[in-house]
T-cell receptor, first 110, second 113 residues
């Protein structure tokens, strides 16, 4: 059972379009991480959100943590082919392990 | 900045053989995590070590074992390999104080024939 639900699972868009991907859970998070992974490479940490309602920006990427700390979203403005990859949300379970969502596979066409 | 180093990057083994994967964490990081990622799947946590002691255990088969050494590097030993063990194996490291911030290595792609 996935503790983190990500949607959509797959997204194919044209360069320049905007998009939002979501990460949801029935549990409250103390914090949540977003990673980006390219094929054959390790996940690269993009951001950690901690406070309910928090918004963080990373260039064209905007991350939001829900007020109740049960959900998060990643919005990409004016997507570029270089944004192509697998976007994973993840949370630490309170111990020494991290649980990942199934990911959103994004493909941006030039 | 130094990153997590994994070796080898690619490994091909036959069924029933053994394999050893190595992970060198970021300097001063004291916690190491191992993950397995099958094709089209998200990373699945296997096991972690903090200060050379096993700290948490996930879906690691009994055929696998791991340890962390005095220099904080870690090795994942895999025996009686099966076809289903073919996957990307990632190591991540963190500072105990930064428990949520794990930095991943580039992975080892294991292919079992």
């Amino acid at each position: 059972t996935q503790l983190l639900e990500q949607s959509p699972q797959f997204l194919s868009i044209q360069e320049g379009e905007n998009l939002t991907v979501y990460c949801n859970s029935s549990s409250v998070f103390s914090s949540l991480q977003w990673y980006r992974q390219e094929p054959g490479e390790g996940p690269v940490l993009l951001v950690t959100v901690v406070t309910g309602g928090e918004v963080k920006k990373l260039k064209r990427l905007t991350f939001q943590f829900g007020d109740a700390r049960k959900d998060s979203s990643l919005h990409i403005t004016a997507a570029q082919p270089g944004d192509t990859g697998l976007y994973l949300c993840a949370r630490n379970t309170g111990g020494f392990k991290t649980i990942f969502g199934a990911g959103t596979r994004l493909f941006v066409k030039a | 900045a130094a990153g997590v180093i994994q070796s080898p990057r690619h490994l091909i083994k036959e069924k029933r053989e053994t394999a050893t994967l190595k992970c060198y964490p970021i300097p001063r990081h004291d916690t190491v995590y191992w993950y397995q990622q099958g094709p089209g799947q998200d990373p699945q946590f296997l096991i972690s070590f903090y200060e050379k002691m096993q700290s948490d255990k996930g879906s690691i088969p009994d055929r696998f074992s791991a340890q962390q050494f005095s220099d904080y590097h870690s090795e994942l030993n895999m025996s009686s390999l099966e076809l289903g063990d073919s996957a990307l194996y990632f190591c991540a490291s963190s500072l105990r104080q930064g428990l949520d911030t794990q930095y991943f290595g580039p992975g080892t792609r294991l292919t079992v024939l």
